[in-house]
Structures are given as structure tokens and as C-alpha cells.
């Protein structure tokens, strides 16, 4: 029987990891099907069980289920632990192990895809939802000079900077106006409603590189508002996309797929 692999979310017809692994699997030679699956918002245990009973062998989990997914899982790895939240299900003969390749994905982008060197830097987090929290310990490990998450609702940075028990700052927007960083990071969903975060205009024109999680076909509003500003390097997260895939590919098949023409593929399917 051919393995079966899904990602699962609500709402899930946009997503692009179907695409995503289908080539990967072309491309290593492996045989498997990768779908789409729509739960219920209240329904997310029965239909990974029905997925299970099924046949499938793996999922990757994305909004609203990270958390519930965190908690189905009966083993974690300890990146998933740390962050509490779970993109990647695999299902073997010890149950259900759940991982988060979120942050590796973002890391391995920055890094690989654009050579930026993380060390040593003076880093900016912007949100606090389930994506800054899946990405933060990766930051972490990279050994910035200073790492500073900023939300809207304080009290949600501060959870996270308290469950890392690290040297995490946690400042609101309007505090930033004397710092600067040379990178910052969205993990708002800002983009997806055309806002930007309410960041003064000088720690954008100040920093080297800005990144956004969204992707599209346009540069997105955070995009923008940091390139006017001044600063050079404005990126967006369709590369965080295919990489934290290839590490829940290589998490399900042992088999780390070429990440490069992938992406290149996607950034034209996006342009067709
Ligand atoms: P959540 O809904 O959990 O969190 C959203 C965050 O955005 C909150 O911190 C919220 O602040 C903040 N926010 C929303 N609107 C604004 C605004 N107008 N100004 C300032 N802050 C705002 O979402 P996730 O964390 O799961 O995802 C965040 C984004 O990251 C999504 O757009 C998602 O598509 C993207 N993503 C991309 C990935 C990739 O591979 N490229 C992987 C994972 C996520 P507050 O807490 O104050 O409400």
C-alpha cells in the first residue's frame, strides 16, 4: 500500500505543502500520497484517529491545530517540547512522536538560502502567536548578541520569554524607538490583513535585514514598509516554507530532500 501523508488545518485549501512534498517525493524516488485535510474546529482528534485507522503514516499540523497536535502527540522531540506547539506527526510503531521544524526552517532559510549569519546578532521578533513561539528556541540556538520579542498584547511575549527561561527581552512597539537590530523578524499575521506592525519607522530603516513569514506573489506590506524605510535585505517566508517541509520529509522518510529547485519552482508557480 503506497504511505499515505496529509497536512491538516482549517481552513487548509491554500496551503501549498501538498506541491511541496509530492515534489520531494519525485524527486528522492519515493513512493507516497500527500492531501489535503479539512477538520472541524472541534474535531481535530477524530479525524487524525480516522486518518490513522486509515493508513496514514504522517501529517503536518497548521493553524488553529499546533497546540491541539502538541498535545496528541505521546512522544515530542525536544525542540517541540520546548516550543509547545507541533507542525509534524509521525506515526510509528511507538505511537505518535510530534515535532516542530518550524524554527529549523526559518534558521535554514536565513542561512542557507540567503547566507545571512545569525551569531552575534542584535535580533527582533515581532508576535507572539504559535509561529514566534515554534521559531524562538531555533533563534535561540543561533547565539544572537540579543534577542527582543514584541507584541501587541505584552503579557503573550512575555509567556514565551518566560517559558524559554533565557535572556529573551520583551518590549511593546512603542519602546523600540531608541534600539536597533539588524534583523527583524514578522511572525505577525499582520500581512495577511494588509496592516504592518505599529514598529517606529527608524528600527526599520536601521536594521539589515527584515523578514517576513508571509509569502505571496507581491512583496507583502512588511516588505514594503521596510524597504522604504531604507533597509536592504527584505525577505519573505516561502523559503521557511519548503524548509521546515524537507525536515518533516526527512522526519517521515529518513531522506533529506534538494530544497533549492523546490522553491524555485513554488516562487514561479506563485508568479503564474
Ligand atoms: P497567531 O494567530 O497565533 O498569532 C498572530 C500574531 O500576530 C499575534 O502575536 C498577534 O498579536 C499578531 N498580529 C496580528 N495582527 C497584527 C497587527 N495588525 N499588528 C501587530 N501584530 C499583529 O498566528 P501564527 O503565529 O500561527 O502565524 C503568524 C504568521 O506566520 C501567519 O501569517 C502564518 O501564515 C505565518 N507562518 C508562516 C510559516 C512559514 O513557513 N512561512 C510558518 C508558520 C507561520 P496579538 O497577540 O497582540 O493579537
Not at 32 to 53: H, K, M, N, Q, W
Not at 76 to 94: P, W
Not at 178 to 198: G, K, M, Q
Request: charged share 20%; hydrophobic share 45%; aromatic share 8%.
Amino acid at each position: 500500500m503506497t504511505d499515505r501523508y496529509a497536512v491538516i488545518g482549517n481552513p487548509i485549501a491554500h496551503s501549498k505543502s501538498p506541491e511541496i512534498h509530492m515534489e520531494f517525493a519525485r524527486q528522492t524516488d519515493q513512493s507516497l500520497t500527500y492531501e489535503r485535510l479539512l477538520a472541524p474546529l472541534d474535531g481535530f482528534v477524530e479525524t487524525v484517529e480516522a486518518f490513522r485507522a486509515a493508513g496514514g503514516r504522517g501529517l503536518n499540523v497548521t493553524v488553529p491545530f499546533k497546540e491541539e497536535a502538541f498535545r496528541y502527540a505521546t512522544r515530542l522531540t525536544a525542540r517541540a517540547e520546548a516550543s509547545g506547539a507541533v507542525n509534524t506527526l509521525r506515526f510509528d510503531e511507538q505511537g505518535v512522536l510530534g515535532d516542530n521544524t518550524d524554527g529549523m526552517g526559518l534558521v535554514r532559510d536565513l542561512r542557507a538560502n540567503h547566507g545571512i549569519m545569525l551569531y552575534g546578532t542584535r535580533m527582533l521578533l515581532l508576535g507572539a502567536g504559535g509561529a514566534a513561539r515554534g521559531v524562538i528556541g531555533s533563534l535561540v540556538g543561533e547565539q544572537p548578541e540579543r534577542l527582543v520579542i514584541a507584541n501587541r498584547t505584552l503579557s503573550k511575549a512575555q509567556d514565551i520569554a518566560d517559558s524559554f527561561g533565557q535572556a529573551i527581552e520583551v518590549m511593546a512597539y512603542d519602546a523600540l524607538v531608541t534600539e536597533r537590530f539588524d534583523i527583524i523578524i514578522n511572525a505577525t499575521s499582520a500581512s495577511l490583513t494588509a496592516e504592518v506592525p505599529p514598529l517606529p519607522e527608524n528600527v526599520y530603516a536601521g536594521a539589515r535585514v527584515a523578514y517576513d513569514m508571509v509569502y505571496g506573489a507581491e512583496i507583502t506590506p512588511f516588505m514594503a514598509r521596510a524597504a522604504q524605510a531604507g533597509c536592504p535585505i527584505c525577505l519573505d517566508g516561502l523559503g521557511m516554507l519548503v524548509e521546515q517541509a524537507g525536515e518533516s520529509f526527512y522526519l517521515w522518510r529518513n531522506v533529506r530532500p534538494a530544497t533549492g529547485p523546490v522553491l524555485a519552482l513554488l516562487r514561479a508557480s506563485l508568479h503564474a
